[in-house]
């Protein structure tokens, strides 16, 4: 038997292998241009007058001129909208990081009554389509007088971040071991300073995968801020793209430097984080 | 029942997150399913009016042949997406699976532009797409094919089109990577019997690889199918809220939204026919998105 061929290369011989492979390395290299192109095409624009974008699209710019950048701080409420997208991320993440860790808490350590029954409750508002019932929403934010105030959103935010968030955690404070939790009850601890101080150092890893996971959308999120605010100096940074987008139509360094500034932040975390955000975003379509 | 203060405990952590989606959640999705029922003045609820909403939307001019236009451009979305960003990344992810040198470099320049806002993505098309200064002409043209430079979203032939090449290009690194997460699972053991067996890529792919990534596929198959009939950022940003060019890029979630708030040139905001739309497409999400599970669960293979 030790005879037989026992690895795939010496079957093919290595000729066909290289050739194989070799075909492979090349779609994916040209599926990486496809891919990085339009952000570099994009980066490079925003460097460019105009008239160069037209002239030459691809060439490459002059790093050093800066002109779309201070016609962009000078002119409009770009600055305003960036801010706005960190204060209403912020808010909503920290809301679903704090309910989402209680929720998942109380599910995941202790027996009670309908704790069942709980959990389905929020694995329901997992697969909810909310931009569909996005009317009811509208007159709800207005009765409650938060329409054209950002609190409309980071309330809807935490609401769509609370399932997935309560699953991730549930699922990992359940595979806690009790030992210290008896021991701290033993000494006369209360379940409150149980919580704080002795579990909760441990859950930061599924936090940290339940943030990425929600925090991604809500930044890029486009719908909400279109139908609840209608103030400019509320807009976030997608919603605020548009209306500057409509402003300057024929500046088109202008237009390249907004979506480079709108695209920055994310693509600078991702970048540094790029595995992290890789594993979080597709962590909920993975089992 | 008397509550302990371990019950008190457990109710003070528990009722505020249950709040939250109960009143920004469910409340709203039970509530939209009403809605439908009563005639609108504006934003006033008037009488209960029965089906007269869905009949309209489905049954009378010119509603009904907005809906069907509109129908029909989801059903091709979802058709042309699934090849190009759902089939695509499969093929992309067994490449990236062989671990070649520069894979890790690969997988994260496919996955980037997933993070970026569809906002964005739909602007710098729709620069790119420009009939005489976008790149996409500008490179027809520079390398002497000229003659098929087209003003791609502004005729009714094309525009689609254009919106799905911008969706597939933002989107094909999710099904890329959860299909390679879904290969990156199954055990080598399994694989080095298959060497032994054959030879050709093709025969791996078909009868080992693809049976293996069925729960992988399950996943993307039913995340773009519900992405597909909610389909309204990018034609939004791209297109116009009416669909243009002539509503050859009206998708239901713009119909939507123009019936239920007012669109551009159709006139008054209509809570009672938007509503109804609302429900109909959930309706349908919800049936079709549990068939498709069910059929393709039954083929998972259990490792």
């Known amino acids: 038997m030790s005879a037989e061929p026992n690895t795939y290369y010496d079957r093919r011989g290595i000729i066909g292998t290289l050739g194989r492979d070799g075909l492979i390395q090349i779609i994916l290299v040209a599926n990486t241009v496809i891919m990085l192109a339009p952000i570099l095409i994009m980066l490079f624009s925003a460097f460019k007058s105009t008239q160069q974008i037209f002239k030459s699209p691809f060439g ?46 109380a599910l995941g350590r202790y027996r009670f009554f309908g704790a069942g029954f709980i959990l389905m409750f929020f694995i329901a508002g997992l697969t909810l389509p ?32 609370l399932p997935s968030t309560v699953f991730i955690m549930t699922g990992f404070i359940r595979t806690l071991p009790n030992e210290l939790e008896d021991a701290a009850r033993m000494d006369g601890a209360s379940e ?19 943030a990425i996971q929600n925090v991604v959308p809500i930044w890029n999120d486009f719908f909400f801020p279109l139908v609840f605010i209608q103030n400019d100096a509320l807009k976030t940074l997608p919603q605020g793209l548009t209306t500057f987008m409509g402003e300057y139509t024929t500046d088109w360094g202008v237009l390249f430097a907004g979506l480079t500034l709108s695209a920055a932040p994310i693509i600078a975390i991702y970048i540094v984080l790029s595995r992290q955000f890789i594993s979080g975003m597709t962590s909920g379509a993975i089992k | 029942m008397r509550m302990t203060g371990r019950g008190w405990w457990i109710t003070a952590l528990i009722v505020p997150p249950m709040a939250f989606v109960a009143l920004f959640i469910i409340y709203p999705i039970v509530a939209a399913f009403t809605y439908a029922f009563f005639d609108w003045q504006g934003l006033l609820r008037g009488d209960f009016i029965g089906l007269a909403n869905f009949h309209k939307v489905l049954f009378e001019e010119p509603y009904a042949a907005w809906t ?12 042309a997406l699934m090849v190009l960003q759902n089939g695509l990344g499969f093929f992309l992810a067994y490449a990236l699976w062989r671990e070649l040198p520069g894979a890790r470099f690969h997988r994260i320049a496919v996955f980037l532009p997933v993070v970026l806002s569809t906002v964005i993505v739909g602007y ?70 298959v060497r032994m067996e054959t030879q050709s890529e093709w025969v791996k792919i078909t009868k080992i ?31 116009g809220l009416d669909g243009s060019p002539y509503g050859s890029t009206d998708v239901l979630g713009l119909y939507f939204y123009r019936t239920a708030f007012g669109g551009v040139s159709s006139g008054q905001p209509n809570f009672g026919l938007g509503s109804a739309l609302a429900v109909l497409i959930f309706v349908f999400i919800a049936a079709i998105a549990s068939v498709i599970t069910v059929r393709l669960r039954a083929r998972e293979i259990q490792l």
């Open chain 1, 60 to 105: 490459f710019p002059d790093f050093a001129n800066l002109t779309n950048f201070t016609k962009i701080w000078e002119q409009t409420n770009f600055l305003r909208y960036l801010l706005n997208s960190f204060v209403v991320t912020g808010a909503s993440m920290a809301l679903i990081l704090i309910l989402g860790t209680m929720a998942a808490y």
């Open chain 1, 130 to 161: 909310l931009k569909l019932a996005i009317i009811p929403l509208f007159i709800l934010m207005r009765d409650m007088g938060i329409l054209n105030n950002q609190l409309s959103l980071i309330f809807v935010y935490t609401a769509m971040g």
């Open chain 1, 192 to 210: 409150a300073r149980i919580m704080w101080a002795i579990m909760l150092p441990l859950v930061r890893p599924a936090m940290v995968i339940a």
């Open chain 2, 68 to 79: 069907r236009n509109a129908f029909t451009h989801n059903i091709m979305v979802f058709v």
């Open chain 2, 124 to 193: 710098l098309f729709k620069l790119f797409m420009h009939p005489l200064f976008g790149v996409f002409n500008i490179s027809l043209r520079g390398i002497g094919l000229g003659g098929l430079a087209q003003p791609w979203l502004g005729q009714d032939s094309t525009a689609l089109w254009a919106l799905i090449i911008a969706n597939a290009w933002h989107m094909l690194g999710f099904p890329t990577l959860v299909f390679l997460a879904g290969m990156q699972r199954i055990p080598t053991e399994m694989l080095d019997a």
């Open chain 2, 209 to 239: 690889v693809w049976p293996l990534v069925a729960p992988s596929a399950t996943v993307v198959f039913v995340l773009l199918f519900v992405g597909a009939f909610n389909w309204f950022e990018l034609p939004y940003i791209m297109a």
